[in-house]
């Protein structure tokens, strides 16, 4: 097996002294990124996301244990590291009075690309994140959107072995999103690359993530991939159901009797010709989500009590689960805080 792009080890970062009542935000985080892998860094604000791509890219000292990138360690070889990490932090800072073709040239130059390279680098760049008709516009007069996009184009500029993406789709429409989540497979696609992707939307672990880390309170609370994290949701296997019973039918009552079943969480009920089930008039939809058993798969038994019935159905679908389900069951459900007593397998041990 390779050796991993990223490497921490028992990584900490205290701000202030631990007598003074310091801050301890980063607490002993141990994991790798290996090439190939697209790492969603999740967790709630206050976790210690920033701080910990901030170290590994050698933008804020350790203050305790190591992180190694590429072979270099980011205290002892900070330019080696630099020089093979792409980095786009959290709220992209410009200078907003340059514009993208001035400023994507002061990177290049940075990274001390020249001539046909220099060209070819800063066009590649542009044509992936879409910027060309941006070139000549000051920053500080773009977009949220377009502002997100000038640092991403400037982070993946040199072709970065190692891509750090701190909120990369923060600012963005529906479908620069997508292009956006398109580059990210893209460049994953290539087997020497390693890329973090630290984000706030749950959907988008699902669409480009290969593995989870979730942190609370500096700590490591899951290693994992999305399909297991999905798995362990509540709601995985569960059957949302919208139907037309008859008059008086008892439909909940009769779905929480089926084996496997856990509970039945009520939908809300419309009449067909629209509005409230309190309304004159039109059949009657019940839309309810059955919860199963964990592990256990309801769906036969839901469909074999609704021909037997012979309920109308309108809409019947599996869930594989959600992940913000299990992402608050982590995290203990509250900003910058993680449960108490829970402790994870592999968070004091180097990712296989």
Known sequence: MSQPLIELRKLCKRFGSESSGGILAVDGLTFSVSAGEVLGFLGPNGAGKSTTMKMVTGFLPPTSGQAVVCGHDVVESPLKVKERVGYLPEGAPLYSDMTPEAFLGFVADC????????????????????????????????????????????????????????????????????????????????????????????????????????????????????????????????????LSPPPGTMVFDELRRLPGVRDVEDGGSVRSGGGSAGGVGGAVQVRCTVIPSTGRSVAAEISNLVKARGWQVDHMRVESGRLDDVFRELTGGREGEGPKDRTHDRATEGVQ
């Open 111 to 242: 990274r001390r690309l020249k001539g046909d390279a220099r060209k070819r680098a800063i066009e590649r760049a542009v044509g992936r994140t879409n910027l060309g008709g941006v070139m000549r516009q000051p920053i500080d007069t773009l977009s949220k959107g377009f502002k997100r996009r000038v640092g991403l184009a400037q982070a993946i500029m040199h072709e970065p072995d190692v891509l750090i993406l701190d909120e990369p789709t923060d600012g963005l429409d529906p479908n620069q999103k997508h292009e956006v989540r398109g580059l990210i497979r893209e460049m994953a696609s290539q087997a020497n690359k390693a890329i973090v992707l630290s984000t706030h939307i749950l959907e988008e672990v699902e669409a480009v993530c290969t593995r989870v880390v979730v942190i609370a309170q500096g700590r490591i609370v899951a290693d994992t991939t999305p399909l297991e994290m999905l798995a362990k949701s509540r709601y995985h296997n569960a059957v949302s159901l919208a």
